[in-house]
């Protein structure tokens, strides 16, 4: 065993009393242990909340959106959708019409933005697993239906009938050339059954409305006119080359957007809110290691005459820098052990037991995803922390009281 770890490990705790040195590197422990443990468990919620965020906003918005930079709409035919189809990665996409309309359920009267989709955009939005109520189908017996964001519909004072009835809707949209004149309406008015209600996140809950593609396009008198068109991409390619060879296929003036750039706010602000609360446990870990710090500058303090005792004994300026050192990496390892094995068992044990609810969610537990990548990143922090804590200071009183006093001949 190296000789100042070992003086480090036996010789500086031989005594068995409680004085304030044995005190203050418990605390030194402890204050480390805490700050990593809270490393551990904070970075593995933001990865749970930003992994739910994600889900949240990926699931209806399509994964790449092509619109046409010159205006709000363009002709189809413009674009060749064979070769669209036909970039790697691309599995599947809807053509789609935008508009914002009123609905009028009794005496409610609600704006929303009406999307008219193909529906294979059911399927691509996994409608399915976010349908609350109704069927998650654009038509029943062949008649046109609307499926309805749960907020939209509940401010519309709506519902949808479990059995024989249909909920109706009256849609007001705004015709492509509609002018407003005497005795004529800009808008045409449409009623239109409710056949489910959907739930993706409160933006999508409180202002969208899905209909068949050829009812809006034939509401809004849009002919051979599209919106924007959503594609779905195979979730083992990597989003930004796709988007790369597809906008290389397509004609100028159209720009293809990812699902990450339409929010790029929210995904902006969830890393920018993990990186804050990662530097803010850093300085919170480097204020623990004050008491490093004063447990090493007490030791020293304390073990003068043991210094010269060792000297003494024939060890060198070096050995005993590295006996205060090795002292120092003992109680920040320590701790930062501690800290990742306590941290992780939290982490796994809400994934795999759930004993923490989200509030108002239901029942819905809170997110933890501990990764490899943050144990890494928290190991190689913490420890270059550790060892900075633990060097600077022994340095510094090596320097600052002229410890050549004990190793004059």
Known sequence: MNLPFYIAKRYFKSKKSKN????????????????TAALVILLSAFNGIEQMVTKLYTDFDA????????????????????????????????????????????????????????????SMA???????????AFYDDEQPQALFGAGLLDKLDGYIPQRFAKETILFHVPLRDGKLRPGKSPMSKR????????????????????????????????????TAVYLSVDSTQNLSVVKRNLQKILPNNFSVK???????????TSKSERLIVLVILLFVFILSSFNLVACITMLYVEKKKDIKTLYS?????????????????????????????????ICFFQVYFQPLEMPNSGGEHFPIVPTLTDAFLILISVSTLGILSSYLPTKLLFRKHNTNYFFKQ
Do not use: C, W
């Not at 996994?126 to 998650?136: E, P, Q, R, T």
């Not at 339409?262 to 995904?267: Q, T």
């Not at 024939?314 to 306590?342: M, P, R």
């Open 258 to 268: 990812t699902n990450f750039e339409k929010n790029e706010l929210i995904f902006k």
């Open 313 to 345: 004994m024939g060890i060198d300026k070096k050995s005993i820098f590295n006996v205060f050192f090795y002292e120092g990496l003992l109680i920040s390892g320590k701790g930062i052990i501690l800290g990742l094995l306590v941290g992780y068992a």
């Open 63 to 122: 994964d790449l959106t092509i619109r046409s930079e010159k205006g709000k709409t363009f002709n189809q035919n413009f674009l060749d959708f064979s070769k669209i189809k036909a970039v790697n990665g691309i599995t599947n996409y809807t053509k789609a019409v935008e508009e914002v309309v009123i609905l009028k359920h009794q005496k409610k009267y609600v704006n929303a933005s009406l999307i008219g989709v193909d529906t294979n955009f059911l």
């Open 191 to 226: 009623i239109i059954n409710a056949g489910g209600r959907f739930t993706y996140n409160r933006e999508v809950d409180n202002q969208i409305v899905l209909v068949p593609l050829s009812l809006g396009i034939e509401m809004l008198n849009y002919k051979e006119d599209i």
């Open 126 to 136: 996994n409608m399915k697993d976010h349908l609350v109520d109704g069927s998650a």
């Open 20 to 35: 304030i040195i044995h005190l203050i590197s418990r605390i030194s422990v402890i204050g480390i242990f805490v700050s």
